[in-house]
């Protein structure tokens, strides 16, 4: 839907090389605007795409609708992951549902998604 044009809710494709093969790996993403900057977060805490990106320096391709863009992605700890955490419900309230019915948070709310700090990936996103 994304190469058609077509986005859902702050969706996004995030292309990243594997960090085995070194072949692109595409990934659906949430992408959330907050205090001027753009995040992603790793909705489960065994999630790949996490593993390549940091094989990968960070670089990779973010692709909204038919626009593709060379991204670096930059890890937080878990202190300064909190904020965007507790944003993120109610900023990415489809996504922090799938996160819920997945049985990664007990609850939709800040505090659920608070305590995913250092769990749960999260990258801040730089146009590279």
């Known amino acids: 839907m994304n190469r058609l044009g077509l986005t859902i809710e702050n ?10 093969t ?11 605007r907050w205090a001027g900057q753009r995040y992603l977060l790793a909705g489960y805490p065994d999630a790949e ?13 973010l692709s909204v609708a038919r626009r593709a863009e060379s991204v670096r992605l930059y890890e937080l700890d878990a202190a300064a992951a909190e904020p965007i955490l507790r944003a993120w419900p109610a900023r990415i ?17 800040p505090d ?14 730089e146009v590279a």
Not at 22 to 32: H, N, T, Y
Not at 49 to 61: C, D, F
Not at 93 to 109: C, Q, W
């Open 11 to 20: 969706g996004a494709v995030l292309t990243v090389a594997g960090r085995r």
């Open 22 to 32: 070194g072949a692109p790996r595409r990934v659906p993403v949430s992408v959330m």
């Open 49 to 61: 795409w996490p593993r390549n990106v940091r094989a990968a320096a960070g670089a990779a391709t």
């Open 93 to 109: 309230p489809r996504g922090a549902k799938i996160m819920l019915d997945s049985g990664v948070v007990p609850d939709v709310t």
């Open 112 to 125: 659920s998604f608070a305590a995913l700090a250092g769990r749960c990936a999260v990258f801040r996103i």
